[in-house]
């Protein structure tokens, strides 16, 4: 079934065609929809309310319901202090050509579209598909997936798509997908999570948050993951978290991530902690950063980091990625590592054919790479060039025994 919504319609119409359409948002949540169906929104109008989907047919995922715009160009969602879309333990859910506007990071309490398992039993809802979607002014996040699981198990999503997204002036992220942490039991929360061609800026953070804040791209408790071909800058200003900072795009507890061909740039913290371009962080396994381009970036070009807690982190891959002009900010190489050495520290990396371009900061004390961190092992690097500006070091930690450095060049610039 298709419906019809048009701020010249009126919710007592049929609402299944363009000639008898319905008004208001609370229409659509007062109807039970079903697999398959359609809601379709004037383009070029606002519509003032929050999207409800709770407790959908787990069946019917081969046949999506589908938000999305008509006419041309798209219309908008005004979500005032709540979130534009919340859709609860459903799935087979696509929205599409769709703007979604909160009032703002200090009025708005919600996040732009939010989807959230919360069904036990290892249960993975599939087939969500976000794409062409504007998303600014929410306090929390732009898009959220999230897991929260009433027992604790690796209930969460799989088969997620979010493409083309425009998502700025948020607060705490950009893009979010987080599950739950359980780093003494095998399991992940979601799996197959594709990210491609988003632009995610000026998610700048909320001020005083004890954790870090105003990140771009985040994916947490995720087996199997793409984030590809976006671009994603000036995040993080309004981080104040020294326990921890802000990255642009970045992947933390998860396993077999693939980050390839993004760009990532000024992007800032407002503590001691991060502002960084890249990172894989504690508890990232077999995954791989390649083809990325890291600028101007208060923190670290490419963070490896390992905190305590963090299950084992192991068998990663840097390689043919650009550092330019990174750690812009406190104390950070183009390439760094951070280990506490928990669960073995950070072990098995390998960093090939990338190039790192450093100069000196005003504010920070940048370096090449930065490997002065106790608690890792088995770290190659092999046939990268580093290159500064002679009044900021190569290598720092370059006698760390943990560290293999084979025909790397070393080289100067002179501007």
């Not at 994916?219 to 800058?233: F, R, T, W």
Request: net charge negative; aromatic share 10%; charged share 20%.
């Amino acid at each position: 079934m298709d419906y019809y919504i048009n701020k010249i319609g009126n919710d007592s119409n049929t609402g299944i065609s363009i000639q008898s359409p319905w008004r208001s948002i609370d229409r659509i949540n007062s109807t039970q929809l079903n697999a398959g169906d359609s809601v379709w929104f004037q383009a070029h109008q606002t519509f003032k309310g929050n999207l409800i989907l709770s407790g959908l047919d787990i069946e019917c995922s081969d046949k999506p319901i589908t938000f999305r715009s008509y006419g041309e160009g798209r219309a908008t969602i005004n979500a005032g202090n709540g979130s534009g879309l919340l859709c609860c333990n459903s799935h087979g859910v696509h929205i599409i050509d769709l703007n979604f506007v909160g009032d703002g990071t200090d009025r708005n309490n919600g996040s732009g579209i939010r989807f959230v398992n919360t069904l036990p039993d290892h249960k993975k809802l599939t087939n969500i598909r976000i794409e062409k979607v504007e998303i600014s002014g929410f306090k929390n996040t732009g898009i959220c997936i999230a897991a929260e699981p009433i027992d604790g198990t690796w209930s969460g999503f799989s088969n997620v798509k979010i493409t083309h997204a425009n998502i700025h002036d948020n607060g705490d992220a950009g893009i979010n997908c987080y599950g739950i942490w359980n780093p003494e039991h095998e399991g992940y929360s979601h799996q197959d999570i594709y990210i491609s061609s988003c632009q995610v800026y000026r998610n700048e953070g909320l001020p005083g948050k004890a954790t870090h804040t105003g990140n771009g791209i985040v994916l947490a408790q995720v087996d199997g993951g793409i984030i590809e071909y976006c671009q994603v800058y000036e995040n993080g200003r309004l981080n104040s978290s020294d326990e921890g900072g802000p990255v642009g795009i970045w992947a933390w507890d998860s396993n077999q991530v693939l980050i390839q061909c993004n760009e990532s740039h000024h992007n800032r913290t407002g503590s001691s902690k991060d502002g960084a371009g890249f990172d894989l962080d504690g508890g990232v396994q077999n995954s791989m950063v390649q083809y990325n381009y890291s600028h101007d970036n208060d923190g670290a070009g490419f963070l490896l980091a390992q905190f305590d807690g963090a299950r084992a982190y192991h068998s990663n891959i840097i390689r043919y990625n650009l550092s330019e002009n990174d750690g812009r900010n406190n104390t950070y190489g183009g390439i760094h590592f951070w280990s506490t050495g928990a669960n073995g520290g950070i072990r098995n990396i390998t960093i090939y054919r990338n190039k790192v371009i450093t100069r000196k900061a005003v504010n920070g004390n940048p370096v090449a790479v930065d490997c002065v961190s106790k608690g890792i092992q088995n770290i190659r690097f092999y046939n990268n060039a580093f290159i500064t500006d002679g009044k900021v070091s190569h290598i720092r930690g370059k006698s760390n025994p943990a560290v293999i450095f084979e025909d790397n060049a070393c080289l100067f610039i002179n501007n």
